[in-house]
């Protein structure tokens, strides 16, 4: 039976494989809609999370701030994100998405669930749900050892 140390060696791997086969499927996908896969992130948080300043932005994307701002300005040229006054600060601004931006990543969404149908469509439901249910736990775990 493997040790604890030797699972967690084999996890790595899987997921590092899983992760990095998902990135390029996602760049090859996405990237022929004109728009990064960090782009997309940014887009898929807001479509989410609804208006949110800059900083807010890095955070639920795990960047610094100076890297979100080049993804946003290359989205505003793209006119899939507008600026906003914060309701809360008016001397503050929020990002929203326009309906373009909207409308993108529910085009980019759809094409990256039909693929994820067709990956799992030969797997039995419960290897499915087992799945599921491990990457949302391993997902928490991690988001924990982030922090706040």
Known sequence: M???QERADELYEAINQLIRVHQFRDRDCICCHDVSVAQCYALET????GPLRLQ???D????????????VDALLRKNYVLKVPDPADQRAVQLSLTPA???LYRT?????VTE??????KLAPE???GALTLIRQLTAAARARLGP
């Open 46 to 49: 807001l479509v989410k999370r």
């Open 116 to 121: 994820e149908a067709a990956m799992i469509s």
């Open 127 to 129: 290897v499915v749900d």
């Open 108 to 112: 980019i969404r759809q094409d990256l």
């Open 60 to 71: 639920e994307m795990y960047l610094d701030k100076s890297t979100t701002s080049r993804v």
């Open 101 to 103: 931006g909207k409308a």
């Open 56 to 58: 807010a932005l890095a």
């Open 2 to 4: 493997p040790s604890h």
